[in-house]
């Protein structure tokens, strides 16, 4: 599709609400996924930022999103410096794209014995 | 209703998150719509795209709305060249539509005994 | 609130993924709901419009929200002309006011044993 | 991040739907939360109001949102002048703030056994 050759979305999406839930049950495991579809043909590097309630931000987690490619990713397997979201903590990110993405947030939470679902579009700053 | 008579709307829009559960119990069978609402008099012709995270884009599904319509298409019903979206595998998909159009995401995930529902309005990019 | 006085938001908003779940179970009847809030002094007056998939819309539902307040709405109590949204069909809809106004769009559905919720704002188109 | 300085998002929020489920049943309490992200280094001050179906609205509820952090803030918990929001009546909120910032509303209902999520960007007015 020649018309989606120039990339397109935004470079800074917003998620207020990060949570990853510390317990599951049944065959499905609590957990958050941000889901980003890059639509140019190079590789688009993301900058996330995790905010908390009461403690520094944790910064420079980096991940790669490739060309005409989505990736889900999980928020528990997030680091920076050996430093990971801790469970159970209300907290925020903001996902930095070098090239144009778009981004949507949602969380299985599966605390008590069957699974909830939530999603939402991140917010897009810039 | 006068107003209504140009067609409204967007002609690109995106879900980052897709993924065609592939279990379900209980009388409600796990599935994903695409839900899309045509304002206008004319039928809008959907072109749909499918991401994934490994592989190259599914494209040139074809889809019709009619005139002053809504269709609630199911995904696993989606196919192109004989091939489907894979249920059990995270993708992204975009939906480009000759005109303007309105479209909401929603999954029903019924898994774990009990039904779950996550529902977004896909990003409009055009 | 002085900066409120003048009435805030949008005057047609778009859900296109609604449905009315036929069943229920448990303490919790199935129902979607569209929230809406005039921020304004005056009353703000909604014509509510239902797309279908396979028939011509249902037109000239009306309802009337009061300045500086909120109405949650269910969606199986609107009527026009004695019609009425059939349960267990997929349908689209759309809230247009002569007020500026905001609207949310929020489904519980407890067809299996526990209950599921979704929620989205609607798409504002003017 | 010296791009993160200047603060950033929007001043006035609103979220249509608001709703305390007066009930829960195992070990998760039904709640609401307003995220909120403050980007910026000074703290934000935040103005909630209350709107109802059937009275005048429940104004000045005051929130402060440190710069750099996040805060999740349970509905439950508001109040002004000694008045909270009461628990199973239908509601709208909105949310000012002195400094740009970025919110997202989330709900867990667990009245009937097994929890349910949703959640909303909030709809950004300023």
Redesign the interface.
């Known amino acids: 599709?020649a018309q989606?050759e120039q990339a397109?979305?935004k470079t800074l999406w917003?998620?207020?609400?990060?949570?990853i839930p510390p317990e599951s049950s049944?065959?499905?495991t609590s957990h958050e996924?941000i889901?980003?579809?890059n639509?140019g043909d190079l590789p688009a590097k993301l900058n996330i930022?995790i905010?908390?309630?009461?403690r520094?931000?944790l910064?420079n987690i980096v991940e790669t999103v490739g060309g005409?490619?989505?990736?889900?990713i999980r928020t528990a397997g997030l680091s920076s410096d050996g430093q990971s979201i801790p469970p159970g903590v209300?907290?925020?990110m903001?996902v930095e794209s070098d090239r144009a993405v778009?981004?949507?947030y949602?969380?299985?939470?599966?605390?008590?014995?069957?699974?909830?679902?939530?999603?939402?579009?991140a917010?897009?700053?810039e």
Chains 1, 2, 3, 4 share one sequence.
């Open positions: 599709m989606f397109r979305g917003v998620i207020p609400d990060g949570y049944g065959q499905m996924s889901c980003v579809l639509f930022t905010y908390f309630e009461d520094e931000p910064e005409r490619r989505t990736k889900h209300p907290y925020a903001t778009i981004v949507q949602s969380r299985l939470d599966s605390t008590q014995a069957e699974l909830a679902l939530m999603s939402v579009m917010f897009p700053l």
